[in-house]
C-alpha cells in the first residue's frame, strides 16, 4: 500500500451552480448573445442538466490556493503471489523424471491512470497478470554413448488493463449514452474542461490478452570416439486470444473557445466529440517446427570443430474466426 499524492484543481461550489462571480476572472461569455451575462451567472434555464451532472461529479475544494485547490493521497494497492514446485523421480536406474509448475499471480491497482488522465479520486485502473507454466520431462540413458531427453511444457500468461468503473454506467446515471453494448466498457466518457482535472475513465481500457504456448521437445546426444551429435526437433503452438476497446466510452472535449471551459460544459457545448463502436476480438494462432543436427569433432585437446544444420518453419499467424487479414 502507497499514498499517491495529486493536487488539481475543481470547480467551487459557487461555479458548478453557474456562478462565476467570485471567480478570477469573473466573467462568462453567452455564446449566442457574445455578451457577458448579468453578474457573471448562468442562468438555470442556460444550463444543461447533464453538464450539471458533470460538474457534480467533482469533488469540492479541500484547501484555499489558487489553481490548486484540491489535494488527495488514495492508496496504491499491489500484490504479488509466486508459487514454484519442482519434483524429480527416479523411474529406474537409466530414467529420470521431472516435473515443475510455476505459478505469478498479481493484482496492481493505480488510483491514477497517469499524467494525461483525471487527476482526482475515482477514475484509476486495475492491472491483473496471471501467468502459469507447467513442465514434464523423461531422460533417459539407452548406453554409456546415447542419452534421449523428451519434454512437454505449457506456458500461460493473461494479462488486463481494465477502467475502475468498469460495468457501471455512470454515462447512463447522468445522462449521456454509451457507445458499447458490452458491460464491461461502461464507465464514464472521458471529459476534459481545461483549468480544471479532466474527468472520466482511462480511454485505452478495458483490455486484455491470454497467450497459451504448447511445446513438445524430443532430442538425443550420440558420442562415439571423437564424435559428440545431438539431433532432435523442437515444436511449438500459440495462441493469443485478446480485446482492447479504445474509445469504447467516447470522450467529450470542451476547449473554452468563450474564455471559460466549465461554463461551456454547464450549457452543455463541448467543442468536439468522439469515440468508436469496436469488433476487434482476435483469436490468434501461430505454429513453429524446428529440426536440428549437429556434430562436433575434437580435432585434438584444444581444437573443436562443429558444423549443424537447421530447419524452421513458422506459420503466419491466423484468426481461429477468419477475422483477420495479413498484408
Request: hydrophobic content about 35%.
Amino acid at each position: 500500500r502507497e499514498g499517491i499524492t495529486r493536487t488539481t484543481n475543481v470547480p467551487t461550489a459557487l461555479e458548478r451552480a453557474g456562478d462565476f462571480s467570485q471567480s478570477n476572472p469573473p466573467f462568462v461569455i453567452d455564446p449566442f448573445a457574445q455578451q457577458p451575462f448579468p453578474n457573471a451567472r448562468i442562468p438555470l434555464t442556460r444550463q444543461h442538466p447533464v453538464g450539471r451532472a458533470l460538474a457534480a461529479l467533482y469533488p469540492l475544494p479541500n484547501r484555499a490556493v489558487p489553481s490548486q485547490n484540491f489535494v488527495s493521497s488514495p492508496a496504491l494497492r499491489d500484490r504479488d503471489d509466486h508459487l514454484d514446485l519442482r519434483l524429480d523421480h527416479a523411474l529406474a536406474p537409466s530414467s529420470e523424471l521431472s516435473f515443475r509448475y510455476s505459478f505469478a499471480d498479481r493484482s496492481f491497482f493505480q488510483p491514477f491512470s497517469g499524467s494525461t488522465f483525471a487527476a482526482v479520486p475515482g477514475y484509476g485502473t486495475d492491472v491483473p497478470r496471471r501467468a502459469q507454466n507447467v513442465m514434464l520431462s523423461e531422460t533417459h540413458i539407452f548406453s554409456p554413448t546415447l542419452l534421449h531427453e523428451v519434454r512437454a511444457g505449457f506456458n500461460r500468461v493473461a494479462a488486463g488493463s481494465f477502467h475502475q468503473n468498469m460495468g457501471t454506467s455512470i454515462n447512463r446515471a447522468i445522462g449521456l449514452p454509451e457507445l458499447s453494448s458490452h458491460s464491461r466498457d461502461f464507465g464514464l466518457s472521458f471529459i476534459t474542461v481545461p483549468g480544471f482535472s479532466s474527468l472520466g475513465d482511462e480511454y485505452n481500457n478495458p483490455q486484455h490478452g491470454v497467450t497459451n504456448s504448447y511445446q513438445l521437445l524430443d532430442h538425443a546426444t550420440w558420442s562415439r570416439g571423437r564424435h559428440l551429435a545431438k539431433f532432435g526437433f523442437d515444436f511449438r503452438a500459440v495462441q493469443q486470444n485478446a480485446f482492447r476497446d479504445v474509445q469504447s466510452r467516447g470522450f467529450i472535449n470542451f476547449l473554452g473557445l468563450t474564455g471559460n471551459a466549465l461554463s461551456e460544459l454547464l450549457q452543455g457545448l463541448p467543442s468536439y466529440t468522439g469515440g468508436a463502436r469496436l469488433d476487434n476480438h482476435q483469436h490468434l494462432r501461430t505454429e513453429s517446427y524446428n529440426f536440428f543436427l549437429q556434430d562436433s569433432y575434437r580435432l585434438r585437446s584444444d581444437l573443436t570443430v562443429s558444423a549443424g544444420l537447421r530447419y524452421e518453419y513458422n506459420s503466419p499467424p491466423v484468426d481461429a474466426e477468419d477475422r483477420a487479414n495479413i498484408y
